[in-house]
Nanobody, 118 residues
Framework: QVQLVESGGGLVQPGGSLTLSCAASGSSVSIHTMAWQRQAPGKQRELVAH???????NYADSVKGRFTISRDNAKNTVYLQMNGLKPEDTAVYYCNARLERPPYSGSWGQGTQVTVSS
């Protein structure tokens, strides 16, 4: 089962940028659907973006045009480039992996805090 470690969170001013990283070990990210999800205080966890093993991507409407998910197979790492950050992007961001073949197992990282505030 893949193990995931997120990094790159922090405090940023509105309009700023951050890049989150999700380093995987134990299995290749290229055979997983890799996703970033976030959870703000008092809200349910929501999907931000995902990238499938074949490379296709999908984004929540709230981040389209501002966030970009990408994958480096050589480094076994997935990234989330976040531009034009807004206060409503403040949340704990989690990396998630779901194996695209049996047993379709899933894994979560520990999360990284992103705070957008002036």
């Amino acid at each position: 089962q893949v193990q995931l470690v997120e990094s790159g969170g922090g405090l940023v001013q509105p309009g700023g940028s951050l890049t989150l990283s999700c380093a995987a070990s134990g299995s290749s990210v290229s055979i997983h659907t890799m996703a970033w999800q976030r959870q703000a205080p008092g809200k349910q966890r929501e999907l931000v973006a995902h990238i499938k093993g074949g490379g296709s991507t999908n984004y929540a409407d709230s981040v389209k045009g501002r966030f970009t998910i990408s994958r480096d197979n050589a480094k076994n790492t997935v990234y989330l480039q976040m531009n034009g950050l807004k206060p409503e992007d403040t949340a704990v961001y989690y990396c998630n992996a779901r194996l695209e073949r049996p047993p379709y197992s899933g894994s979560w990282g520990q999360g990284t805090q992103v705070t957008v505030s002036s």
